[in-house]
């Protein structure tokens, strides 16, 4: 089995087009590491405080949408919410009717003396989907050359960076789903296809556009 391994990925290595796709992966993930600390839209506490709640109380699955998108969440949080510290006094929200954070909790969030290293770690899951949508793009095309044009077209989408790195969203968890359960139609993994479909929406139900698109 280990050689069998070796094999693979020794052949992988040897084609000039994995090897450009590689290059473009690093460029993209250390763009997006510089991005990472330094923006955030006063939507990114109020979801922190969502899954702060969520990952104290071990709640994984409570709403019936968005399922998808509050597991990975939590389960990052869960991971690496250890190197935040003062985290009760940067998420607790007592009315969780009312998450929404206001102008002056988005200053004093951004205040915080470990800001740059919370806002890191908060958009780890939103940086691993993203990344892992850009090996699905690379994959999805027999011709190597489309699936590298495709995939430096995502990585370097300046509206997906911004969504994503800059304004905070969690958009990227489904679209990893949507591209995913695309692929696997391509491979005619029909059933396959379907859960991810499934994961997809119920990450976030207006998904169900785009993937129509």
């Known amino acids: 089995m280990l050689p069998s ?5 020794t052949t992988f290595y040897s084609d000039h087009h994995n090897n450009q796709f590689l290059r473009l992966i690093i460029i993209g993930l250390l763009l997006r590491i510089i991005l990472m600390p330094f923006f955030g839209h006063i939507d990114v506490l109020s979801e922190a405080r969502r899954v702060y709640y969520w990952a104290e109380h071990n709640i994984f ?5 968005r399922n998808t ?4 969440e939590v389960v990052f949080f869960k991971l690496f919410g250890f190197l935040i510290p003062d985290r009760y006094a940067m998420f607790f929200q007592p009315d969780m009717y009312h998450t929404t954070a206001s102008v002056p909790h988005s200053f004093e ?3 915080h003396y470990t800001i740059f290293r919370t806002l890191f770690i908060l958009k780890l899951p939103f940086l691993v989907c993203d990344m892992l949508t850009a090996w699905a793009v690379y994959f999805y095309f027999p011709n190597k050359e489309d699936g590298i044009r495709s995939c ?3 990585l ?3 509206v997906t960076l911004f969504a994503f790195y800059i304004f905070g969203r969690f958009e990227s968890i489904p679209i990893f789903f949507c591209a995913a359960a695309l692929l696997a139609v391509k491979k005619n993994r029909i059933l396959l296809a379907a859960v991810l479909l499934g994961l997809c929406l119920n990450g976030r139900e207006m998904m169900i556009f785009y993937f129509l698109v």
């Open 69 to 72: 998108t509050m597991f990975i």
């Open 152 to 154: 430096a077209m995502w």
């Open 109 to 111: 969030f951004v205040s």
């Open 61 to 65: 699955l409570d709403y019936i949408s």
């Open 156 to 158: 370097f989408n300046p």
């Open 5 to 9: 391994l070796t094999n693979k990925v």
